[in-house]
């Protein structure tokens, strides 16, 4: 059965109701990963509206899954919009125990269990996206966004372009001294493309 792309219903009049119209949905990298399989896993990442009175403002739910084993994500997070002058700032949250909301990007009846007392902020890990022609681009501020991997603390280099049909994202772990990657993709970005809409939900 193919899945089908739903016509947007939100009325974009600002740049974030714009970038989050963009950004709710279900995005898979099957063709990237079918085509290059000793390079890319197949992964989904879902970004999923949470209730409009969350933030009071736009926010949403995020997982990153492979497609194999949808109810273990290995990545995880919540996210709030800020509308800036001439960009959009997106706080970065991580949920206190993540385990509870495994799922949530596919099943509504568990993003309902989230209540904002259950997320901490990841300050120095927000992203910032600006639009530029037909493109969105975004990326982590500064480099004091740290994550311990492989026995050493790196600092993260996150790069996003987002169409209304394309999610493409490169991650990095940077060494602290030597400033060469000791994590993340070796091969390139990861190249999703949208299956499914959420902006609908969107209020």
């Given at each position: 059965?193919?899945?089908?792309i739903a016509t947007?219903?939100?009325n974009?009049?600002?740049?974030s109701?714009?970038?989050a119209?963009l950004?709710?949905?279900?995005?898979s990298?099957?063709?990237?990963?079918?085509?290059?399989s000793?390079?890319y896993?197949?992964i989904?990442i879902?970004?999923?509206?949470?209730?409009?009175?969350?933030?009071?403002?736009?926010?949403f739910y995020?997982e990153q899954?492979y497609?194999w084993?949808?109810w273990?994500p290995?990545?995880?997070?919540v996210?709030?919009l800020?509308?800036r002058?001439?960009?959009?700032?997106?706080?970065?949250?991580?949920l206190?125990?993540p385990?509870?909301?495994?799922?949530?990007?596919r099943e509504?009846?568990?993003?309902?269990t989230i209540?904002p007392d259950?997320i901490?902020r990841?300050?120095d890990?927000?992203m910032?996206?600006?639009?530029?022609?037909?493109k969105?681009?975004?990326?982590v501020?500064?480099?004091?966004?740290f994550i311990?991997?492989k026995?050493?603390?790196?600092?993260l280099?996150?790069?996003?372009?987002l169409?209304e049909?394309?999610w493409v994202?490169?991650?990095?772990?940077?060494?602290?001294?030597t400033h060469?990657q000791?994590?993340?993709?070796?091969?390139?970005?990861l190249?999703?493309?949208?299956?499914v809409s959420?902006?609908?939900?969107?209020?």
């Amino acid at each position: 059965m193919t899945e089908e792309i739903a016509t947007p219903s939100i009325n974009c009049t600002s740049l974030s109701s714009e970038l989050a119209a963009l950004m709710a949905g279900d995005f898979s990298n099957k063709k990237q990963a079918f085509a290059d399989s000793k390079n890319y896993a197949h992964i989904r990442i879902f970004f999923r509206p949470l209730p409009g009175d969350f933030f009071n403002g736009i926010g949403f739910y995020s997982e990153q899954v492979y497609d194999w084993d949808l109810w273990s994500p290995y990545r995880q997070g919540v996210h709030r919009l800020v509308e800036r002058e001439t960009d959009v700032y997106i706080e970065n949250y991580s949920l206190i125990e993540p385990e509870l909301y495994a799922g949530a990007g596919r099943e509504l009846d568990i993003l309902k269990t989230i209540s904002p007392d259950k997320i901490k902020r990841r300050y120095d890990c927000s992203m910032i996206f600006s639009k530029k022609e037909n493109k969105w681009y975004g990326k982590v501020e500064g480099d004091r966004c740290f994550i311990q991997r492989k026995g050493c603390k790196t600092y993260l280099v996150s790069d996003v372009e987002l169409t209304e049909t394309t999610w493409v994202s490169f991650d990095r772990g940077m060494d602290l001294n030597t400033h060469e990657q000791v994590w993340g993709s070796a091969a390139g970005p990861l190249k999703f493309e949208k299956i499914v809409s959420y902006a609908a939900e969107l209020v």
